[in-house]
C-alpha cells in the first residue's frame, strides 16, 4: 500500500466521523452537521479533496492544496456561520423579553477539528507521494 493510499484510507475515516459527530454545541444540545446550513458544502469540498488523490503524482498536489485550503474555509463557514440571529429578537425590546431568552451561546463541536485533521491528512499523503522520486 503505498503512501497515498493510508493517508488517504485515514483521511476519508476522519470525513466520516467528522460527519456523524456534532459541530456544534448549544448548551448541552449537539447540533449534527447534516442540521447546519450549508452543510453540503463541506462534504463537496472534501469528497472534491479526496478526488484530487487520483490526479497524477505531480499536478495532484497543486489542486490539493488549493481544494484542501477550500475544505478548511468550508468547515469553518459551516462551523461559524450557523448563528446567524440577531440579538435581541426582532421586537423583543419593544416587548420587554417576553418569555424565555435563551443564555446558551453556541460553540464548536468535535466535528470541526475531525474536519481539519482529514484536510492534514490528505495534504500529507498528496505531499508524500509528489516528493516520491520518478524512475
Known sequence: MTPLAKWTVVAVCLTALAALVPWS???????ELSRLPLWWLYLGAAVLLHACALLPARSGLVPGLVVGAAVLAAAALVA???DEASWPP??????GFPGVVPMAAPRPGPGVLFAAASVVAQVVGLRARARVPVG
Request: proline share 6%; no cysteine.
Open 25 to 31: 454545541r448549544y448548551g448541552q444540545v449537539d447540533v
Open 80 to 82: 461559524f456561520g450557523y
Open 90 to 95: 426582532p421586537g423583543a425590546v419593544d416587548e
